[in-house]
């Protein structure tokens, strides 16, 4: 059988008295799109901390391609295949938008010279930043800054690209777009695990979803058969609309 990409085994993590990962088990196939939801503070973005090495869990292993990666650092990381978002934009944005992406193809790809200017070139034409690629990245719209955030990940060439929240406060027709860049990197072939509120967009682009709470996987399968499980409606109660829970979604 062909090795995870992914593989976390008995993760726990605690912060003071907030249990962020108990014993939790997740695996990802290579080319698997996986969506994440859970209620505020469940310990989604800790989860990704924890994938990228900005965190160390206090029990349990990350396994990548089979490898125990669990005490290597975030950069070695990056190296070996894991590219991430932050939930708050971190462009450099003094720096033009392709210098931001050539950045991260030297750094996190270790590109030099014309193949690191030829990776941030092919990664601005994917998110379809390539019109910007001159303009300051403290210039751009909350949707270009999202768009950033994802291209900034994708020029560390990964093959698991950790999404979190990226379309958190875009509006209806901006997240369209934003689903479509996401669907067509699952298409090239990229593991993606998305956290979103924005429940919908999820819908379009996973096969496959989990709903984390306390620190642990409560619903693991087919989109709309988690979102049509008792305890995760139960869990998402009184959460406010922006969840995207609609019973159209859930049935
Ligand atoms: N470095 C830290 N030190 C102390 N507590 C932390 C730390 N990081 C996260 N927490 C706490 O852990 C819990 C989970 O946080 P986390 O950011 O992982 O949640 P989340 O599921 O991403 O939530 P959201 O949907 O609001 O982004 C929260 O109660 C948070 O305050
Ligand atoms: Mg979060």
Redesign the pocket.
Known sequence: MAEPLLRLESLSKS?GQ?T?AKDLALSLDPGEALGIV?P???????LFAMISGDLRPDAGTVWLDGRDVTGVPPHARTRAGIGRTY?VPRPFTHLSVFENVLVCAHQGAGLHGKQAWSQAMDVLERTGLADLANTAAGRLTLLQRKRLEVARALGTGPRLLLLD?VAGGLTEPEVAELVEVIRRLHAEGLGIVW?E?VVHALVKTVARMIC?AGGDVVADGEPVAVLADAKVRELYLGAGPETGLTDEEGS
């Open positions: 912060f907030v962020v859970g505020n503070g469940a310990g989604k973005t800790s939930q929240e956290i509120h984390l």
